[in-house]
């Protein structure tokens, strides 16, 4: 599916869920060791035939979890760019890493998306490897739209507004999930602070991208996000 069709196809999907949300109320890192916080006390067993799908991606049960909590999402194309619906045909490596090994200003970085010999990686900051599963499917629906080596304004609007609706359906099926205490919560809550702001839009979202420090020099658009204009 090309960027423009599932483009479409989200923001078709996207007016709907903020359409329905209008007329409903307001939705009001255990330390390294513990085991980690999935986001239920009882999780669905894996069969084989899922762990199989992933074999190309990761052996990681945390980021399994996380990839398949997309299913039934608006970010559902992202898990099937995990598993090699994307520019390049194969699947999206996942793992936990410290990014300052990629390089020490990517320290404090959440994650990161990596092209290298023709695949693509999804590096999650380790710190966050004991989040909840549904926060980090919220980062894998981000960081799996960026499939080469161009990045613009334009396409960081639209992977942060995509992550902050997949945290926010999430969450209004698991409100409790905004009160663990994890780096990682702490982040897509102030994302979707910024989304439910703007009545379900990018609008607060895209003036924290323009400021953001880390994307200035980046171009206005980028293959697949010319459309808008910022």
């Not at 999430?170 to 102030?190: C, F, G, H, Q, W």
């Amino acid at each position: 599916m090309s960027f423009k069709r599932f483009k479409n196809i989200f923001l078709v999907l996207f007016a709907f869920y903020a359409f329905s949300m209008q007329g409903a109320d307001a939705i009001m890192e255990p330390p390294a060791g513990q085991p980690p916080k999935m986001g239920s006390n009882i999780e669905p067993v894996l069969t084989d035939a899922v762990l199989k799908q992933y074999k190309g991606s990761t052996k990681d049960i945390r980021l399994i979890y996380a990839a398949e909590s997309l299913k039934g999402t608006v970010a559902d194309y992202s898990r099937r760019a995990i598993l090699g619906d994307n520019l390049t045909g194969k699947p999206i490596k996942l793992e936990f890493r410290d990014l300052s090994t990629l390089n020490p200003q990517y320290a404090n970085f959440d994650a990161l998306g990596w092209k290298q010999r023709g695949r693509l990686n999804i590096f999650i900051n380790i710190k966050h490897q004991y989040a909840p599963k549904e926060a980090l499917a919220a980062v894998l629906a981000h960081e799996a739209i960026h499939q080469d080596e161009l990045n613009s304004l334009n396409e960081e609007v639209y992977c942060w507004t995509l992550e902050a609706a997949v945290w926010t359906q999430l969450t209004d099926d698991k409100p409790e999930l905004m009160e663990i205490s994890s780096a990682l919560v702490d982040r897509e809550n102030t994302i979707k602070k910024l989304f439910v702001k703007g009545n379900y839009t990018s609008k607060y979202i895209k003036k924290s991208v323009l400021s953001n420090a880390g994307y200035q020099g980046l171009p206005s658009r980028s293959p697949g996000f010319e459309d808008e204009d910022l």
